[in-house]
């Protein structure tokens, strides 16, 4: 049996919209046959992706998941650089010319390599999530086609790598329609996060005012509408330890860093949702982290029934503990060991935990 670390995070957001629905709303769903507040698990691991907690820690160990590569290639031929350099944002120069032609010609054949394409275009009709060690072979292509002026052939194309040591692809997955034995399972499975009370979603009516309006004209500059709610939020995240040693190519220290990149992440980072509206940046208040080699489970049965009291992170901790013990008593140990930090009460650290998760 793999060992498992599971963690268990109450986040409190002032008015806030983390997470849009197709309408501008709060996410919302229902649970225990009242309205939540939802932010969605793609949004939660956009945001840590996309942290700076990630970019330092894993520095060189990120992917790139976009359906555009084949046009950087394009343009990485184009403008006689490599791929690494077009996708920092600083092309080196460093290559010899490839005409137009043959630039976007190689660029639609090395994208078809990881999915389908538009109509003679070198963008996926679909995400992909490149590894490191591909954007490399790709790299290695680029400078062989731009030294020979021949178009790749069907050995040059072998870019695909089965293994890599791609921390997100390792903790998240990857899904090639195209060529599913480079498809990788998550190490890594989280759950939308839900507030532990009912909600109202709110309306927030409100005005500009011109700055150049003399008072000649009394109305004001724009009127508008947004949406919001306030709430505690409880997330869920597991993580199969032994999967993402085995995707990170057996590379246990890598499996190590990445656990505790994300730990710190779910902790620190909020969603990037109306932040600029709402200030609603927000760290966890209570985590409890637990980890053995029992079969995981999530203690959302703790908020089936809306939590009402008043100290509500404080009857949520108590809820989600009480839940925890009754668990052991009717199923056994679900881990092996246990640690816990309460912002409210000043108990136990964020160290404390990502010392506990890592070896």
Same mark, same amino acid.
């Given at each position: 049996m793999s060992e498992f670390i599971q963690l268990h995070l109450l986040v409190s957001y002032?008015?806030?919209? #983390?997470?849009? %629905?197709?309408?501008?709303?709060?996410?919302t769903a229902v649970m225990g046959g009242?309205? !939540?507040?939802?932010?969605?698990?793609?949004?939660? *691991?956009?945001?840590?992706?996309?942290?700076?907690?990630? *970019?330092? /820690?894993?520095?060189?160990? $990120?992917?790139? !998941?976009? !359906?555009?590569?084949?046009?950087?290639? +394009?343009?990485? #031929?184009?403008?006689?650089? /490599?791929?690494k350099s077009v996708l920092d944002g600083n092309p080196d120069g460093k290559l010899s010319p490839v005409p137009e032609k043959k630039a976007k010609e190689a660029a639609i054949a090395i994208a078809s390599k990881f999915g389908k394409c538009d109509k003679d275009s070198p963008v996926h009709k679909q995400m992909v999530?490149?590894?490191?060690?591909? @954007?490399?072979?790709?790299? /290695?292509?680029?400078?062989?086609?731009?030294? /020979?002026?021949?178009?790749? %052939?069907?050995?040059d194309l072998d870019l695909?790598?089965?293994?890599?040591?791609?921390? =997100? $692809?390792?903790?998240?997955? !990857?899904? #090639?329609? %195209?060529?599913?034995?480079?498809?990788?399972?998550?190490?890594?499975?989280?759950?939308?996060?839900?507030?532990?009370? %009912?909600v109202t979603v709110e =309306?927030?009516?409100?005005t500009a005012v011109d700055d150049l309006n003399t008072g000649a004209d009394t109305g004001s500059g724009h009127i508008g509408e947004s949406?919001?709610?306030?709430?505690?939020?409880?997330?869920?995240?597991? $993580?199969?330890?032994?999967?993402?040693? +085995?995707?990170?190519?057996?590379?246990?220290?890598?499996?190590? &860093?990445? @656990? &505790?990149?994300?730990?710190?992440?779910?902790?620190?980072?909020?969603?990037?949702? *109306?932040q600029n509206s709402f200030a609603s940046r927000a760290y966890a208040s209570y985590i409890l982290a637990e980890k053995g080699t029992q079969q995981p489970r999530s203690l959302a049965v703790s908020f089936l029934k809306p939590v009402r009291d008043v100290d509500m992170l404080g009857g949520s901790v108590r809820e989600l503990e009480a839940v925890r013990g009754n668990m052991e008593k009717v199923y056994g140990k679900c881990a092996d060991d246990f640690i816990s930090m309460n912002v409210q009460d000043g108990t136990g650290s964020l160290d404390e935990i990502l010392a506990f998760v890592s070896r």
């Open positions: 002032p008015p806030s919209n #983390l997470n849009r %629905d197709d309408l501008g709303r709060p996410k009242k309205e !939540r507040l939802r932010v969605s698990s793609q949004s939660l *691991k956009r945001a840590w992706r996309q942290s700076d907690v990630f *970019k330092e /820690s894993l520095s060189g160990y $990120i992917g790139v !998941r976009t !359906r555009r590569m084949g046009s950087k290639v +394009e343009e990485a #031929l184009a403008s006689d650089s /490599s791929l999530h490149f590894s490191q060690e591909e @954007i490399e072979a790709i790299d /290695s292509l680029l400078a062989k086609i731009s030294e /020979s002026g021949n178009a790749p %052939d069907d050995s695909l790598r089965k293994s890599h040591k791609t921390a =997100d $692809i390792g903790m998240f997955g !990857r899904m #090639l329609a %195209d060529a599913p034995v480079y498809n990788c399972d998550a190490a890594v499975q989280v759950s939308h996060a839900i507030t532990v009370h %009912d =309306d927030d009516y409100f949406e919001f709610a306030a709430g505690l939020f409880y997330t869920y995240v597991c $993580i199969n330890r032994d999967l993402l040693v +085995e995707n990170l190519s057996g590379d246990e220290e890598l499996a190590n &860093k990445a @656990i &505790k990149a994300l730990v710190e992440a779910s902790a620190k980072v909020s969603p990037g949702g *109306k």
